[in-house]
């Protein structure tokens, strides 16, 4: 599993800190998950040529590709050639790509 990002390095020690307490039944999920937002970074934007050789990695055509993130194929396209950048849940489902794979989001 690949190391989380951290804000900074006092975020990180935090953030651990309290993971200890969630799985000590301290804390509880919802108090887990603001400390996540808080203290994870903020997901990084892909640029054109990342869009399209993660699509290629997992090996589906755009119209597949486009299913998955519930968009057009057009919009697709339009990412894959840089006249449109992604942005809200699209990153995020591609961030989540990225990391964990298509069958995350499937």
């Not at 590709?65 to 919009?75: G, H, Q, S």
């Amino acid at each position: 599993m690949p190391k989380s990002k951290y804000r900074s390095e006092i975020a990180e020690v935090v953030h651990e800190g309290v993971c200890g307490m969630h799985k000590l039944g301290l804390v509880g999920k919802k108090t887990m998950r603001e400390f996540d937002v808080r203290c994870l970074t903020t997901i990084e934007d892909m640029t054109a040529d990342d869009i399209a050789a993660l699509r290629e990695r997992e090996g589906v055509s755009q119209a597949v590709f486009a299913r998955c993130l519930n968009v057009t194929t057009n919009y697709v396209s339009q990412l894959e050639r840089g006249a449109k950048r992604p942005r809200g849940a699209t990153l995020k489902l591609l961030s989540l790509i990225k990391s964990k794979g298509l069958e995350a989001v499937l």
